[in-house]
């Protein structure tokens, strides 16, 4: 039982463009929800979060919408850079068992 | 600050072995996460230790396990190896765990390879 997707394998954007990934829950007890990036031959790192209290959290060119009715959330990156290609991950957790679950993650390549 | 350690990087076994991997928290950080990450399957969670003590636990077989020391370091464990479990295993580590806010802060991983 996947608890949360990201449908989307992969996307290709031009530098400078707007980069979104989606990504759907079905919990809904989970209350926090997080954004990770991969870069091959390194762990994941994280992004940007945001409480089930807000709607929207801003940082630099990274902003996360969620959505709790569609549980639904989406990462914007705009601009999209070159430096921006990796696998993106959501996760979320829930506060009475802290466990992160994750997505399938997303392989974002933004062009030059 | 040093990060999330994780020895070995890179391991090559034959199936029907078992293997032992390392994993060094933040120091200060008494949480130890474990995932394994394939191809299309993103992150599966395998277990949590915290305070020396499994707190949660994947949906994976009994030939995984782990373990916590008092240094807050842990190892996990896989039985008898099948070629399904080649895959990168990332650590993950948390100052508490009990907080909703969990930032996970995660090791280079390690990559098995079971031939």
């Known amino acids: 039982d996947q608890q949360v997707k990201q449908n989307s394998p992969s996307l290709s954007v031009q530098e400078g463009r707007i980069s979104i990934l989606n990504c759907d829950y079905t919990n809904s007890m989970f209350d926090y929800f997080l954004w990770y990036k991969k870069y091959p031959a390194e762990g994941p790192t994280f992004l940007i979060s945001?409480?089930?209290?807000?709607d929207k959290n801003e940082d630099g060119r990274f902003t996360v919408f969620l959505n709790k009715s569609a549980k639904h959330l989406s990462l914007h990156i705009v601009p999209s850079q070159p430096g921006d290609s990796a696998v993106y991950f959501c996760?979320?957790?829930?506060?009475?068992?802290?466990?992160?679950?994750f997505g399938q993650g997303t392989t974002l390549q933004v062009k030059p | 600050k040093a990060g999330v350690t994780q020895t070995p990087r890179y391991l090559i076994k034959t199936r029907g072995q078992q293997v032992t991997l390392s994993c060094s928290p933040i120091s200060g950080h008494r949480s130890v996460s474990w995932y394994q990450q394939t191809p299309g399957q993103g992150l599966q969670f395998l277990f949590e230790?915290?305070?020396?003590?499994?707190?949660n636990k994947g949906n994976f077989p009994g030939r995984f396990s782990g373990r916590q020391f008092s240094n807050s370091r842990s190892e996990m464990n896989v039985s008898t190896l099948e070629l399904g479990d080649s895959a990168l295993y990332l650590c993950?580590?948390?100052?508490?765990?009990?907080?909703?806010?969990?930032?996970?802060?995660f090791g280079p991983g390690t990559r098995l390879t079971v031939l």
């Open positions: 230790y915290f305070s020396e003590t499994q707190r």
């Open positions: 993950a580590s948390s100052a508490n765990p009990t907080d909703s806010y969990n930032e996970q802060f």
């Open positions: 945001i409480s089930s209290i807000k």
């Open positions: 996760a979320a957790s829930s506060s009475n068992t802290g466990k992160l679950i």
